[in-house]
């Protein structure tokens, strides 16, 4: 079969949810589009509509099109739209018949990086109407004495969490079937602001490093876990695809390359997990040495505290 007919007959199909290594090159080598790299919403809509029943297609689609009115003008390290590069990929990669699973993999960023936005153009709250009452508890968030910066950090991180914990409230009931399944997927899949583990002496690299902590240590422990690896497996799928296809050579690619094995050690996805073989590939394409995968530690996750968790 030659590239041209590889195109053809798997771009932007079905079908092409069944990626291979090959596959992969091949649309790189043809400057071609391919689904880990690109999904337009026309292409995702169809694929929706042939596999869910009308009122859980409406429902993903209605997601959509919120996810993309959200995320609209936010672009990748590439230059590329984050909605048709990242987010539709993700729910692409996600090959399942499960609406909430479909619609948690297509909005798992959204309460992380824009629940502000939620709130005003999908909820219709002014944001400045209710924060403002966060400064009445926010003594109760802060021990001790702290300095302005510790304690501007606090508030911050207070009123931002408040927010997110509106946006995933409403997204169960606007999005999910109201009984906290949706909420519990995207929450899963969150990082909260990394200035919520502010302390008097706590270094920018340490909060994140706290963050990041809790980000995994949750995964985990979730009722959702199994639905959580599935996500994030795709998540890794599309960052380190579009990080092989622009930036080949690139020391991001490598370092990327790197927090992904280690999140895969922690994760300990099950082996039949959709595309953690493609991932994999996609791993050793990227020139990764995994027998000196501590020299790509990014020093934001200590990997050794989830020696515990990941079994």
Known sequence: MTSEDFTSQHAHSPDSL???KNGFLIALENNRKHPILEVEFETFETQVNARFEPSDAQRILEAARATEILHRGHVRRNGADYFTSHLLPVATLVDTDDSILKIGALMHDVVEDKAREYVIH???IDPDDIVGQ???NLDH???GEVSEEVRALIKYAHEEMFLMQLALDDLDQRFGNGDGRLREIISGMTKVPF???ATPDSTESERKRHRNEAYYRNMLISP???TLIRIKIADFTSNLGSSLAYFPVHPHTLKYAGRVD???????????TPNLELLKEMLGLSGYDFRQGASFRSGDLDWKLYSGLAV
């Open 18 to 20: 069944s990626l291979t």
């Open 122 to 124: 999908v909820m219709g």
């Open 134 to 136: 966060t400064d009445k």
């Open 141 to 143: 968030f802060v021990v």
């Open 195 to 197: 200035k919520v583990y």
């Open 224 to 226: 959702e876990r199994d």
């Open 262 to 272: 280690q999140g895969l050690q922690i994760l300990q996805p099950d082996p039949t």
